[in-house]
Nanobody, 120 residues
Framework: VQLQASGGGLVQAGGSLRLSCAASGRTSSVHALAWFRQAPGKEREFLARIVGSGGRAYYANSVKGRFTVTVDNAKNVMTLQMNNLKPEDTAVYHC??????????????WGQGTLVTVSS
């Protein structure tokens, strides 16, 4: 499975961005998709996860209420709508995919990342 993240850019605090993650290859093996981010000098941070064909979503407390993850199963595209962005949201955002029967925190495939910069 290959993942391609896009949509990053520069935005002012309070603004919005929409990230996309396009999946290709053996996508039928994917059970869950997720977004992570990594800011300079910090560890990778889980943001949101969407599971199965029903698309049940889970969020980190840091983004709950501001970020929304959705998936278009027909197009194999996951999106992350980010609203009310803050300077502390500045990071490289990565998408990841997980096969079935994996521990929740273990992901099998990773995209290359897209940079989001939020100016104050």
């Amino acid at each position: 499975v290959q993942l391609q993240a896009s949509g990053g850019g520069l935005v002012q605090a309070g603004g919005s961005l929409r990230l996309s993650c396009a999946a290709s290859g053996r996508t039928s093996s994917v059970h869950a998709l997720a977004w992570f981010r990594q800011a300079p000098g910090k560890e990778r941070e889980f943001l949101a996860r969407i599971v199965g064909s029903g698309g049940r979503a889970y969020y980190a407390n840091s983004v709950k209420g501001r970020f929304t993850v959705t998936v278009d199963n027909a197009k194999n595209v996951m999106t992350l709508q980010m609203n009310n962005l803050k300077p502390e949201d500045t990071a490289v955002y990565h998408c990841a995919a997980q096969r079935a029967f994996r521990p929740t925190e273990q992901y099998d495939y990773w995209g290359q990342g897209t940079l989001v910069t939020v100016s104050s």
